[in-house]
C-alpha cells in the first residue's frame, strides 16, 4: 500500500490558524468575555485619568530631604549681640530633640492624635472630610479640615493651599511618599518649624516670641495648648479681639490632652485656670536700635545677595544669613540721643509742624487705619496717636495697641508754624500725630522740620560705630547720614592745608589773609573771594592760625600756592568727591556726605592711610560659613586667652596709603587747635586729645562739625532737606558742635586717654605760636590755653632752624623763661610730659 506524502508545512500552519480564529470567534460571542474586556480597558482608562489628574506634576518628596526653609537675615552688633533680623516671615528652625515634649502632645491633641500609628492618612478622618466638603458644595462654606500632620506638610511645603477635593487626593499621595521617605520625627520637626501661626510667625519657636515674648522652653503647659490651636487660624483665636474663643479652643486641646493620656486631670485643670498671657503685637526688643544703621545694612545685603530667593541662594529674605557689624548699640544710643536733642532743641519755640500723616477714617474704623500707616516713635516716651473725635476742648486720641486716651486744649496751644492759630484748633480727625504724657493726659508734640547726619568711625579700620541719618528712621527713611548730597563748608579745609603740606608748605608756613582774587574769563570776570563775616582779612599768618580761626582767604591762597589739581586730586583719593580744580572747592562749595567726609577725617587720624567705610565685618550662610567679603580670613589665635610665647597675631591691612604719614599727623596736631583756642573751644573741657573742625557753608543752610580722638572719629551736619537760610547766628562751633559734644560726653566716659601716635620722622619743635619762628630758650606753658610758645610738628629737615655762631630769636613775653642752673633738652622735657608718641 502506497503511503500519503506529508502535508506541506504553509498548509498546516494555515489550517491551525484557521482554527484558532474560530476558537476565538466563539469566546468574543460570549457575553462574560465581552464585559471582562470592557472592564480592563474601563480600569487602564481609570489610571490614565488618575495620572494626569493626581499624579502629573505631582513634586517629589525627596527634595524634603534637603528642604531649606526661607529664613530671616539675623543682624547682630559689634559684641554679638542681636540687633535686628530682616524677615517677611519670621522663622527660627530647631531640632526635634529641641522641642518640649509637652509642646509637641499638645499639637498631637489638636491635630493628629494618631500621628504615631497612621501611614500618612487617617482613612476615617478623609472619609469624613469627603463627605463633609460633599455636603456643603454650592453653600460658599468652607469644609472642615482632615488632614494628618504629614498630610499638611506635604500641603504647606509641596503643594500649596489651594481649596480643591483634587488637593486633598494629592495631600494623601505625597503623604505616603513621605512617610516611605522620612522618618516620624524628621515629619514633626518640618511641620513644628514651617507651620503658619499667625503674627507673621512661621514655627512655634517663632510664635513663642510673637505671642508671649519667651523663649520656647520658658511657656507653660496653658501657652502650649494655645500654640496648638492656631493652625485652625490665628486670626481666629486673637488672645484680644476673641479672647473667650481662644479660651474655649484652648482648653478643648487640653481635654484631649487629658483624654489621650498626654496628662493628668490635675494638670488639665491648673492649665484651664490660666490666662492666655499673651502680649500686645509689638517690635521685638533688640529691634529697637539702629534704624537708619541697619537700613543702610540692609540696602548693600540686597545690592549684593538680592532680596528673594529668585535672586539666589543668599537672598535677604529667605536666605537665613548671619551677619556681623560693627554697630556698637551704647554708641549709637548716644549718637541718636544728641542729634535728636540737637534738633529739636534748634525747632523748639518755631510752632507745630503739622501732623505726621493724615489719613480718612469711618466712624471707629481709626485702628487699622492707624496700623496701616506704619508710623511709629521710639524717641523717649513720645507716641503716635491718631486724632478720632474732637469733644468740646479735648481731642480723643487712639494708639496702635487699641488704646484710647485724650488730649486737652491745654496740652495742645502751640502756634501752628507759618499759620498762627493753635494746633488745637488746626488738627483734624485723622490726622496722625506726636504725643507724650504730661499731666496724667497727652501733650501734643512736634517733630522738628530740621534734620541731619551723624556718623561714628573707628579710624584705625573704617568700621561705623553708629549711623543716624535724621530724627526717626520710620518716619525719614531717607539716610541723611549716607544719601544726603551737602556742601561741607570749611571742614573741608584740613584736607586742602593737607594738600599744602604734601606739596612743601609747614604748619609755620606764613599764609596772608587779605584779599584774594582771580580773573575767571571773559563771560565770567573777576571773582574775589572773602572771609565769613566778610572781614578783609588780619594780615600774613601761620596756616595754624588760619586753620584754628577758619579763615577763607588764607584757605583759597594755600589752594593756589599749592595748586587745585592737587588739592583735588588728594579729595579724591580721600574719597570725598571727584571735582573741577576750582577754587570755590577748596572752600566746601563740593557736594558730598557726612559719612564720606568723617572717614576723610579718619584717615587723618590714621596716619594717612584709607579704609573703605564700612558697616558689615563678616556675613555667613545658614551653615556658618563665611560668604562675604572674598577671601575672608579669620584672625588665628586673636582670642587666645593666654600668651602662648608666640609672636602677637597681627591681622593684614587692607587699607590704602593715600596721603603721607607725617602730613596727616601734622594736620592732626594743628586741628587739635580749633578745640583749644579755635572755632570749637567748647570742646576743650572733655579733657582729652580732640582735632576737629567746625563747618558752615554759604547762607548758612548747613552747619558741621568732624573731629575725633585716635580711636574714635564722629561728625554731623544739620540743615533743612530743601535748604534754607538757618539764621545768622547759626555756625558749625555754636550748633553743631554742642551736639558733638553731648555725644561726646557719655561716649567717652571710660575710654582711655590716649595721645595721637606720631609716625617716625616727625621732629617736635618749638615755635612762637604767633609768628612761626623757632624759640630756644623757653617752654610751652600747658595750663595756657593761648600759650606764646607752643610743639609744632615737621618733617625732617623742614623746620627753621639757628645759623652757625648766630643767636635764636627772642621769645615772646608769654613765653616761660628756662631755669638758669639747668639747660634742659627737648626730649627731657618731653619725657617729664609723658612723651610724644
Sequence with gaps: MASTPPEPMKLRLRREASGVRERLSRLWRSRWIKALVALFALFLIGIGAFWLIFMRDLPSVEQLRTYEP??????????????????????????????????????LAAEDRTFFEHHGVDFPGLAGAVIDYA????SGKRARGGSTITQQVAKNLLIGNAYSP???VKEAILAYKIEETLTKPQILELYLNQIPLGRNAFGVEAAAHAYFDKELDELTLGQFAYLAILPKGPANYDPFRNTDRALERRNYVLNEMERNGFISAGQREQAAAEPIGAVLRRTPKFERVGGYFVEEVRRQLIDKFGETARDGPYSVYSGGLWVRTSLDPKVQGFVAQALREGLLRFDRGRGWAGPLKHVDIDGDRWLSALINTNIGLDYNDWRAAIAIARDGDAWQIGFADGQTATMPRWAAQTPVRGEGGTAFAAI??????????EGGRFALRSVPKISGGFVVQEPSSGRILAMQGGFDASLQAFNRATQAQRQPGSTIKPIVYSAALEHGMTPASIIVDGPFCVYQGARLGQKCFRNFGNSRGAGPHTMRWGIEQSRNLMTVRAAATTGMTNVVKLMKDMKVGDYQPYLSYALGAGETTVTKMVNAYGVLANNGRWHAPSLIDYAQNRRGQVIWPENWRACDRCNTPDWDGKAMPRPASRGKQVMDAMSAFQMVHITEGVIQRGTATVLRDLGRPIFGKTGTNNGPTDVWFIGGTPQMVGGLYIGYDSPQNLGGYAQGGTLAAPIWKAFAVKAFEGMPVLPFRAPPGIRMVRIDRASGRPVYAGWPAFDDVKPGIIWEAFKPQSEARRASRRRGPEPTASATAAPKAAAPVDSDFLQRQGGIY
Excluded at 539675623?74 to 559684641?79: A, L, M, W
Excluded at 480727625?429 to 504725643?435: E, K, P, S
Aim: charged share 25%.
Design 166 to 168: 483634587t488637593r486633598k
Design 428 to 437: 483734624e480727625a485723622g490726622d496722625i500725630i506726636a504725643v507724650a504724657p
Design 135 to 138: 455636603s456643603k458644595i454650592g
Design 70 to 107: 526661607p529664613l530671616p537675615t539675623n543682624v547682630r552688633g559689634i559684641n554679638g549681640a542681636p540687633i535686628y533680623s530682616y524677615a517677611r516671615e519670621r522663622r527660627v528652625e530647631l531640632a526635634y530633640a529641641e522641642y518640649p515634649p509637652m509642646l509637641v502632645r499638645a499639637y
